[in-house]
């Protein structure tokens, strides 16, 4: 799933590909995935793209004066951007994995897609972000907050850590692959509960996810949207590295699986070396 650093570094390509330019055309090809009827596609053809930004991990391209492209990736959704298409020819409904096209005056655009048959790619034209219910609800920005605005969003929910990160209602951007990295960067366990975190734990958490967010915002702002997904898998330590050694200290790194996705974590680093049973709301094995 894209994270705060691939949405920031979508935006600044955006920025430098795609503002100043007049769309062409804007095509629908997956019903589903438009949330919106007002408004209507037609409304964009014509306006020029002025700016291209985000709201935690949603996109957000203004258009003309007043209105916004709204986007959430998903899962499984991307961004594709064209230097020229194929074929004139407008999309025909169900065309793949693409579910919206956007042409441009110069011949280029992007595409929207999403891959796999959980389809939850979200696409919203608006008059403002806030009409978006996703964005509406967001916490502030998670590199916008200060160390004590920071551990008062945490205390607001009394649950395990690794939960809290990623509800986009506490802090905005955080995702489940960038949640492993801060706490292992923190030597936290994703299970630790948030009421009992000490101060020093807090300062140490509120530090690695600075560290952690800006250091991939920087490795990721100024690349191609389709060299974004290869970036985000090496600078990885512990997300989706079950099996192989942790970069720190050469222990193996752990998974807890769920119903529908996973968490890595290393043990010697933040556990006190006790692996974590797999299984919803586990503890520590005894």
């Not at 330019?21 to 408004?39: G, I, N, W």
């Not at 011949?107 to 891959?115: K, P, V, Y």
Request: net charge neutral; charged share 25%.
């Amino acid at each position: 799933m894209p994270e705060l650093p691939e949405v920031e570094a979508l935006g600044a390509y955006l920025r430098e590909r795609a503002v100043g330019h007049t769309v062409e055309r804007f095509e629908v090809s997956s019903f589903s995935a438009l949330k919106t009827f007002d408004p209507p596609p037609t409304a964009i053809a014509g306006l020029e793209i002025t700016s291209a930004g985000r709201h935690g991990k949603f996109l957000d391209v203004g258009l003309g004066p007043d209105i916004h492209l709204v986007v959430h990736l998903a899962r499984a959704g991307w961004l594709h951007y064209r230097d020229a298409f194929k074929s004139p020819a407008p999309l025909k409904p169900g065309s793949g994995p693409i579910a919206v096209r956007v042409r441009l005056d110069d011949g280029s655009g992007f595409d929207l897609t999403e891959a796999g048959t959980q389809k939850s790619l979200a696409v919203y034209l608006v008059r403002d972000p806030v009409e978006v219910p996703g964005v509406a609800r967001l916490g502030p920005d998670a590199l916008a907050v200060s160390r004590d605005e920071f551990a008062e969003r945490i205390r607001l929910r009394n649950g395990q850590v690794k939960g809290v990160l990623v509800d986009q209602e506490v802090l905005a951007g955080i995702g489940n692959a960038y949640s492993d990295e801060i706490l292992h960067t923190a030597r936290i366990s994703p299970f630790a509960m948030t009421q009992k975190l000490t101060e020093e734990q807090m300062t140490t958490l509120f530090e690695a996810t600075r560290q952690v967010e800006t250091d991939a915002v920087a490795r990721s702002v100024g690349m191609k949207a389709a060299e974004l997904k290869g970036e985000k898998r090496a600078g990885m330590r512990v997300h989706a590295r079950t099996g192989l050694p942790c970069p720190v200290c050469g222990d193996t790194v752990r998974e807890v699986s769920f119903a529908d996705k996973s968490l890595q974590y290393c043990p010697t680093c933040q556990t006190g070396g006790k692996p974590l049973a797999d299984r919803r709301l586990s503890k520590l094995i005894r």
